[in-house]
């Protein structure tokens, strides 16, 4: 983005080195981020609508070029079988502004269109990144199930041999083997849950990617918070597609106030056959111009494109103010679940330590089956918890990452450039 201080380049590079380089990793986040930026549909809409703004400037910029006209004629009746040729060539030579706020227009136009391409392009980037932590996250939800079931399943065979020894009754068997089906179950709601995320992910990249790698700690290492709102408000395609829109609507006001200005042309004619004339050239200077309704359609024009610049400008700071809001939430979700994740390692160290404690105590027959079970329970939830946590901040990073431009590296054509 244009207008960064020079010190913020520097700091976004330093933020991103795994993004610095010419080619990138066939598995991982960085290619699903760049299979969702080639092969995604509404980054070829945009694309097309892009050129189609292009292809309008190119339209604008052709008023400047001579108009070429003919005209022939058949005469019919008293004998006369002239047919009179005209060949006319018009070139402007000035038209008040028109010309040119006709073309800065379009080019504003294009501008505003880059922009969004630009801003449809980081929605693109940050739903990918979140689709790619998600199945992270469910994976790790996975192996933490697993452990779960593995643990009830020694527990059970424990109980199972205790109960052949007539050491433990059959209602401890019964509960253990309840213990063991809840934890199947939740293993099997989670491979649920992955295979929905799976799907999320293949929606966006619309090709197969491999989601083994993890996110690299390089994306993850984000400035300071108070420098995180500052970067995020500079770096916002939101506010810099609105910046834009106001710019095409400033000109869309020029283009208005010029549009009933008339144009000064050099003619150039040339007849053939014409009565009167014969073969004859002529060349002067004209002045056309046209009012529709008396100038009062052309004020009207000017009012609307007014009107229209204001709309630009609130919607600019409305995007403003959502930008500052959402980054201080993400933010300030990062910090609470980088605390949360601290506090469940804690509490799964201390739940640890029970759970064999407990063990020893069943031994001595102090504690019961039912203590033991529950305590294994509550560690795998504390567990399911952790990872929780973590792949929440894991979102919460990749998301402020996208807000502030560092995954704009990804995107190799023009539009890096807006």
């Not at 990249?205 to 300071?224: E, N, S």
């Given at each position: 983005?244009?207008?960064?201080?020079?010190?913020?380049?520097?700091?976004?590079?330093?933020?991103?080195?795994?993004?610095?380089?010419?080619?990138?990793?066939?598995?991982?986040?960085?290619?699903?981020?760049?299979?969702?930026?080639?092969?995604?549909?509404?980054?070829?809409?945009?694309?097309?609508?892009?050129?189609?703004?292009?292809?309008?400037?190119?339209?604008?910029?052709?008023?400047?070029?001579?108009?070429?006209?003919?005209?022939a004629q058949q005469g019919v009746g008293s004998g006369d079988h002239d047919s009179p040729v005209n060949l006319r060539v018009r070139q402007p030579l000035w038209a008040f502004g028109r010309i040119d706020n006709n073309i800065a227009f379009a080019d504003a136009q294009t501008e505003a269109e880059q922009a969004d391409l630009l801003r449809v392009r980081r929605q693109l980037l940050e739903q990918t990144a979140v689709a790619y932590a998600r199945v992270q996250g469910s994976r790790r939800s996975l192996d933490v199930a697993g452990e779960n079931i593995d643990a009830h399943r020694q527990l059970h065979r424990q109980i199972q041999r205790r109960a052949r020894?007539?050491?433990?009754?059959?209602?401890?068997?019964?509960?253990?083997?309840?213990?063991?089906?809840?934890?199947?179950?939740?293993?099997?709601?989670?491979?649920?849950?992955?295979?929905?995320?799976?799907?999320?992910?293949?929606?966006?990249?619309?090709?197969?990617?491999?989601?083994?790698?993890?996110?690299?700690?390089?994306?993850?290492?984000?400035?300071?918070?108070?420098?995180?709102?500052?970067?995020?408000?500079?770096?916002?395609?939101?506010?810099?597609?609105?910046?834009?829109?106001?710019?095409?609507?400033?000109?869309?006001?020029?283009?208005?106030?010029?549009?009933?200005?008339?144009?000064?042309?050099?003619?150039?004619?040339?007849?053939?056959?014409?009565?009167?004339?014969?073969?004859?050239?002529?060349?002067?200077?004209?002045?056309?111009?046209?009012?529709?309704?008396?100038?009062?359609?052309?004020?009207?024009?000017?009012?609307?494109?007014?009107?229209?610049?204001?709309?630009?400008?609130?919607?600019?700071?409305?995007?403003?103010?959502?930008?500052?809001?959402?980054?201080?939430?993400?933010?300030?979700?990062?910090?609470?679940?980088?605390?949360?994740?601290?506090?469940?390692?804690?509490?799964?160290?201390?739940?640890?330590?029970?759970?064999?404690?407990?063990?020893?105590?069943?031994?001595?027959?102090?504690?019961?089956?039912?203590?033991?079970?529950?305590?294994?329970?509550?560690?795998?939830?504390?567990?399911?918890?952790?990872?929780?946590?973590?792949?929440?901040?894991?979102?919460?990073?990749?998301?402020?990452?996208?807000?502030?431009?560092?995954?704009?590296?990804?995107?190799?054509?023009?539009?890096?450039?807006?």
């Amino acid at each position: 983005m244009k207008g960064l201080p020079c010190w913020r380049p520097a700091l976004l590079a330093a933020c991103l080195g795994l993004l610095s380089g010419p080619t990138w990793a066939q598995a991982g986040l960085e290619a699903a981020l760049e299979a969702a930026l080639t092969h995604h549909p509404a980054i070829g809409g945009k694309q097309a609508e892009l050129d189609a703004r292009a292809f309008g400037g190119d339209t604008a910029r052709s008023q400047r070029y001579p108009t070429l006209s003919a005209q022939a004629q058949q005469g019919v009746g008293s004998g006369d079988h002239d047919s009179p040729v005209n060949l006319r060539v018009r070139q402007p030579l000035w038209a008040f502004g028109r010309i040119d706020n006709n073309i800065a227009f379009a080019d504003a136009q294009t501008e505003a269109e880059q922009a969004d391409l630009l801003r449809v392009r980081r929605q693109l980037l940050e739903q990918t990144a979140v689709a790619y932590a998600r199945v992270q996250g469910s994976r790790r939800s996975l192996d933490v199930a697993g452990e779960n079931i593995d643990a009830h399943r020694q527990l059970h065979r424990q109980i199972q041999r205790r109960a052949r020894g007539e050491l433990a009754s059959g209602a401890d068997v019964s509960l253990a083997t309840t213990r063991l089906a809840q934890a199947e179950a939740r293993h099997e709601l989670l491979l649920g849950e992955l295979d929905v995320a799976l799907n999320e992910l293949r929606s966006l990249t619309q090709i197969a990617v491999d989601t083994t790698p993890g996110v690299p700690d390089a994306l993850l290492r984000l400035p300071a918070p108070e420098m995180l709102e500052e970067l995020a408000l500079e770096n916002s395609a939101e506010i810099l597609h609105k910046q834009r829109l106001i710019a095409g609507a400033r000109a869309g006001v020029a283009q208005a106030r010029t549009a009933a200005m008339p144009t000064l042309y050099l003619q150039l004619d040339q007849d053939y056959d014409q009565p009167g004339y014969g073969n004859d050239s002529r060349a002067g200077l004209v002045l056309e111009g046209t009012l529709d309704g008396l100038g009062f359609a052309s004020r009207g024009r000017t009012r609307t494109a007014l009107a229209e610049q204001s709309a630009a400008e609130q919607a600019l700071l409305s995007a403003r103010n959502d930008t500052t809001r959402i980054s201080q939430r993400l933010i300030r979700q990062r910090q609470l679940q980088q605390t949360l994740q601290a506090s469940l390692a804690t509490s799964i160290q201390e739940l640890d330590s029970l759970l064999d404690s407990y063990r020893r105590q069943y031994e001595t027959g102090t504690k019961s089956w039912q203590d033991l079970l529950n305590i294994q329970r509550e560690l795998a939830d504390q567990r399911l918890q952790q990872v929780q946590a973590q792949n929440d901040w894991l979102v919460y990073s990749l998301q402020l990452m996208t807000l502030i431009g560092g995954f704009d590296a990804l995107i190799k054509d023009d539009a890096d450039h807006v």
